[in-house]
């Protein structure tokens, strides 16, 4: 499916439907809406299946029935409107790591992910979709971020971007900016990515040499990086922070634009949606509500009132047209502002608690504590053949306990070796050869009290997580 609009055309829209107030943004939602339930209903077997009993005037989307990630999965060649593309050929597609940023079949880009849902998911953007989340990012992150003062100082800086991310598999992020680079091959040295994998001082020295004028990553990464700016050991620049990916706590978010001296934006995307709010500057994320929809509800899935916490979060995804997501269990629990944001805009304001991983503090050999980011833990354990679910929990200063849930199919027992000997060789190219990898006995699972999936998380109280030694992050990275 080839983009039948441009990167342009996208973005005046965007702008003029942000600028038009909220019946704007109402009547493009809407008109998409029915555009995609009507096309759904044609070209989708799976949705076929699944709204046969409506109404075929049906166009409010709460009359729709709710779809989880593991539902779309399970019916993957169903779900997607091109016969062309099929679950086999896509997994093949994914396996191969040099094949990042390349387009599957020459016209679609695919991501992965396994969100904190616990579940692998695999999806495919058509080329309109691509057209239309860059323009977001354009025209409601990049220009209303970089004031004119911003901008002219990040010229002056050599407009360098750097980006701290998981690299080496399809995850969005990565395989974004990898197709970027394919499109415009100038960028290259402008716009550099660096991996949560190596090992902190490593990362310190890279961001050291290379001089960002704007630093892009997860907040854990950055605040990492942050404690290593304010001693004076990463000595950058940058004129504007943003984060994604990861829940951006208030005072982490106070910590990194501290540390170097400039404004910090949120962002919120997704595997599923790339650009479905950005950060306006007064503590709240604007839903891009012309081209997603994004509802607030409970375990049942009925609406929760603004202000209130959501259990989870509907999604629909009104650009994509290859593999239509409409009321997909998003897994956030996000809280709609009940007031108007004060910065003026029409767009609907949000606060979301997505992944609350922590930084694990592991025991070195010398006695010194080194942070692991979780993702980083996350994409290592993740990139491992046959791994399902998992959760990895730190039980003691230098044990790791892995959680472990295989696909259906494959050999346990085999999985969980190659997974420890992948941990094992990670933790040792991190300084940590003496830490202690093994399987635990229960199966992954949601906390019980917020019924989210976290994957990684320390089990060891605030006493004990100190041990007595240093921690690299805050002080020797």
Known sequence: MIARRGLLDFAWDIWRTGHGGQSAVTAHQQARLTDLIK????????????????????????????????????????????PTVTQAGVEAFVADKTLVGHLYLGRYAVWTTSGVTGKPGIFVHDGEALAVYDALVAVRFWLASLTVGRLWAMLRRGGRVATVVATGGHFTGFATIERA??????????????????????????LNGFQPAILVGYPTALTLLAQGQAAGRLKINPVLVATAAEWLAPAARRQIEAAFDCPVRDTYAASEFMGIAFDCGHGWLHVDGDWVILEPVDEAYRPVPPGQASRTALLTNLANRVQPVIRYDLGDSITMSPEPCPCGSSLP?????????????????????IPLLPMALATVVEETPGVGRFQVIQTAPATLSVRLEVMPGTDGPQVWETLARRLRDYLSAQGLPSVGVKVAPEPPGRDPA????????????AAEGQFGVHHRGAENQ
Do not use: C
């Open 181 to 206: 680079r394919r499109l415009y091959p100038a960028l290259f040295d402008i716009i550099r990515t660096f991996s949560v994998l190596r090992p902190l001082p490593e990362l310190v020295q890279a």
């Open 39 to 82: 096309f759904a209903r044609g070209r989708s077997p799976f949705y076929q299946k699944l709204y046969h009993q409506l109404p075929m005037d049906t166009r409010d989307v709460r009359h729709l029935p709710p779809v989880t990630k593991p539902e779309l999965m399970a019916n993957f060649d169903d779900w997607v409107t091109d």
């Open 349 to 369: 304001a949000i606060r979301v608690e997505g992944r609350r991983d922590e930084i694990l503090y592991l025991q070195a050999p010398g006695g010194d504590a």
């Open 450 to 461: 917020s019924g989210k999936f976290r994957q990684v998380w320390s089990d060891l109280d």
